[in-house]
């Protein structure tokens, strides 16, 4: 029964809604008890798997047993953690479950406080039958923010109908070495393409009432040797210019009110134990008021992983010290050990009250303190996870994210020719999916549920275009197997084409070839796939190599003869369908890589993001060069880039670069054409180019990219306004800074592909920009209209 103590009363001004979210939880702090308040600083995970199949690192030694339901919930509790990504379950009967479980949590608090409850949701809400999207990776090659904005719009409104209230998503880690395993979480290599696309998936979670949660804050995925949690030799300058801008375009531009720490620890400071980051940088300077969650079991690892914690006590001590609201997954160091640290005198129970107080905000927020919260909703009978609305973004977005690297006239596929369908996942509807869709990160372990989804493969989708297909696997995703190779290449060279599909399984902590634990020693192909991949080439018949991955491999020149290359990156349900309808000419592909396609499995991983003494040069025999680069990617029609120009600047030549000050904008614009026969979407990226300054800086880095779809002879300007703010880095000082001098804006088809260079000299003293500079470069699109010539 619930209590009728003070949450109860009508005059409770914590549950007037007429005040601030802040004066209501102000007015409830000094009526809790220290366990009350604790209470509201922990998840609680009852569902954990202590078997060792888990999905969270070290989850088995984490969990020793569940912990009971009752003594859990006798003071209240902060977050209920992934009622729904644990196992598979019914999507009504779950969300009547939840709702039972927080009738139990009110009734259970004084204060009649519900949890807060979160979920994964990177491809889609982490619930069985629930859509699943593609993997960030491919949001980056759609080059589409307000495409990836809808899907997590649809993904956010699923959340909330089924009680859910906070999402761990998007990711915003710059991949800075493919072999990391969760590369394929990632969207992409670049800041400023993270940046923009993972602000538009913030804002449509958000805009669907879910709390969006920032991860991973930050430098996890710079760690040494593309190793998961290993330690992170990274400096300063990289840390901000490359790792940080992405964390800063979500909170501004997308309104995330929550933030998840990284595991990784940067020059010997784990980020879970720094206030630098966690307070100075994300509240002090940035004005972050939301709430900062830790990444599951991360307090603890301050002690079992870091070592500079002794015992669970001074981990809470260390956590809170730093900036951590909220202990998550499952009540551990936050639980007793700090309690009795509080009573103790070893911790100030001044930290509690200043993260309880976040805490109590966002869930004031969120409605779960208002006078009306209920806690099933009227239509739950009705409550589906998967529909058609959603299905037709995850294949928009799935069609958009195909990018076509190499083509020789073998794609479309022509009509009527003999087609020999070759590789391990070509009839794999597994390797469509990420490490975070449901069916990967819970469904294996629970076989007898099924899918849960119709997941059409490759295969599937392809023998409904393609009349005369055969098929034949050649080999495992793993494994030394070769057995199979021959039969492969007895279809291939009785084909016309053969289509060979290669590629990743997706999986957790060494279960599969990418995903989060499971990273990759070098980027060679998984297996025997690479010699499967040299015997189809040899037969002699055009080959299509289609990469379905989660990472980008090396194509080095083993792969030239390859007629056609496409990479796909984990397309989600509906990919199958995407990639056949690329293949078969149904759609014209206009992904972009968000990641370049290295030539060398071996050498040392890099990005585009180089200075010059990281490219091709004299002084070190390894060739970095990749065979793709970033943005790269190619059409079934052609487009024609012309006129070039500053747009404030004179008609007639000057002598002397065009002046642009440093806390001003400048816009320049190009003309692209659709000179081919059919209708296609080309992706104008505009780069800058620093050649002279304070700190080497990239020879070359994105600022600035539209989606530009056009009609057969259709032509557009294209403008971009790019303040100067966008030319900031960080310079001798430490501090982020415009200067002035010669720069370069670069019109590229691809980061290695510029069509034209525009000149200009940025002018005024050196200036100084902080959190609050100019971030994005404005697009504006204006069509033309062919005049008729005159008679």
Request: aromatic share 6%; hydrophobic share 45%; charged share 20%.
């Amino acid at each position: 029964m619930r209590s009728q103590l003070p949450g109860d009363s009508d005059a409770a001004p914590w549950r007037d809604s007429r005040l601030s979210p802040t004066e209501r939880a102000e007015a409830l702090v000094p009526m809790m008890s220290l366990e009350e308040k604790v209470a509201q600083l922990v998840g609680v995970w009852v569902g954990a798997d202590a078997t060792g199949e888990g999905v969270a690192p070290h989850q088995s030694d984490m969990i020793s047993e569940t912990p009971q339901w009752s003594s859990v919930i006798r003071y209240g509790l902060g977050q209920l953690t992934r009622p729904f990504g644990t196992a598979p379950v019914d999507p009504v009967l779950g969300a009547r479950s939840l709702a039972a479980s927080q009738a139990q949590i009110v009734a259970a608090s004084r204060f009649g406080i519900p949890a807060q409850v979160h979920e994964e949701c990177l491809t889609g809400f982490a619930a069985w039958r629930a859509t699943v999207y593609p993997t960030p990776l491919s949001w980056g090659a759609s080059f589409d923010p307000e495409l990836v904005e809808a899907m997590a719009d649809r993904i956010g409104r699923s959340m909330r109908a089924a009680g859910v209230h906070q999402g761990l998503a998007p990711v915003l880690d710059v991949t800075r070495d493919y072999r990391w395993g969760r590369t394929e979480e990632t969207i992409g290599e670049d800041p400023y393409l993270v940046g923009t696309t993972g602000a538009a998936y913030v804002r449509g979670l958000e805009r669907a009432g879910v709390v969006a949660t920032l991860k991973h804050f930050a430098g996890y995925s710079a760690s040494r040797g593309g190793r998961n949690l290993a330690p992170v030799p990274m400096g300063p300058r990289e840390l901000a210019d490359v790792i940080l801008p992405p964390f800063e375009m979500a909170l501004r531009h997308g309104g995330a009110r929550s933030v998840m720490n990284s595991y990784a620890e940067i020059d010997g400071l784990p980020v879970a134990a720094d206030p630098g980051l966690l307070t100075r940088l994300l509240r002090d300077e940035w004005g972050f008021t939301g709430t900062v969650v830790a990444d599951y079991f991360s307090v603890r690892f301050l002690e079992t992983l870091h070592g500079v914690a002794d015992g669970a006590a001074d981990a809470a001590r260390l956590a809170l010290r730093a900036g951590i609201d909220v202990e998550l997954p499952t009540v551990d160091t936050f639980g007793a050990p700090l309690v009795e640290a509080v009573r103790r005198g070893e911790v100030d129970e001044a930290l509690i009250d200043c993260a309880l107080r976040r805490v109590l905000i966002q869930k004031i927020e969120v409605g779960l303190l208002d006078e009306g919260w209920q806690e099933l909703p009227d239509d739950v009978a009705a409550l589906r996870f998967d529909d058609d609305v959603s299905q037709d973004v995850a294949v928009r977005l799935a069609r958009q994210a195909v990018v076509l690297l190499r083509n020789t006239g073998v794609l479309p596929l022509p009509v009527g020719n003999r087609v020999a369908l070759v590789g391990p996942v070509a009839d794999d509807p597994m390797a469509l999916l990420g490490c975070y869709s449901f069916p990967n990160h819970v469904g294996v372990h629970h076989s007898e549920f099924g899918l849960g989804l119709d997941i059409p493969s490759l295969r599937d989708e392809l023998a409904r275009r393609v009349p005369l297909l055969t098929h034949e696997p050649g080999c495992a995703i793993t494994g030394e197997d070769t057995s199979g190779i021959p039969a492969a290449v007895a279809a291939a060279a009785a084909a016309d084409v053969c289509v060979l599909a290669v590629g990743d399984r997706a999986g957790m902590f060494g279960r599969g070839t990418s995903g989060e634990g499971c990273d990759a020693a070098d980027l060679r192909l998984p297996g025997v796939q690479a010699d499967l991949v040299r015997a189809v080439l040899a037969t002699g018949t055009p080959v299509v190599l289609v990469l379905m991955t989660g990472r980008p491999y090396a194509l080095g020149p083993e792969f030239d003869a390859a007629a056609g290359v496409v990479q796909a990156f984990f397309l989600g349900q509906l990919g199958g369908q995407a990639l056949a309808e690329v293949l078969t000419g149904v759609v014209n592909p206009s992904g972009r890589l968000p990641v370049s396609v290295p030539r060398d499995a071996g050498g040392m991983p890099s990005t585009y993001l180089a200075p010059p003494l990281g490219r091709r040069n004299k002084v070190s025999s390894i060739d970095p060069t990749p065979s793709y680069p970033f943005g790269h990617g190619l059409s079934y029609t052609t487009f024609e880039w012309s006129d070039a120009r500053i747009v404030e600047a004179a008609d007639e030549a000057r002598d002397e670069p065009a002046v642009w000050p440093v806390d001003g904008e400048v816009r320049v614009r190009i003309t692209v054409a659709n000179t081919g026969d059919r209708a296609g979407t080309e992706v104008v990226q505009l780069y800058l180019h620093d050649p002279v300054a304070q700190t080497t800086r990239p020879v070359v880095r994105l600022i600035g990219y539209t989606r530009l779809p056009l009609a057969p002879g259709e032509s557009a300007h294209v403008t971009f306004g790019v303040p100067a703010d966008v030319a900031s880095f960080t310079g001798l000082s430490g501090r982020r800074v415009v200067e002035p001098g010669d720069v370069e804006l670069r019109f590229g088809r691809s980061s290695g592909d510029v069509v034209a260079s525009l000149p200009l000299r940025l002018t005024g003293a050196e200036r100084q920009v902080g959190h609050q500079r100019e971030l994005f470069t404005s697009v504006r699109i204006e069509p033309l209209v062919a005049v008729p010539q005159s008679v």
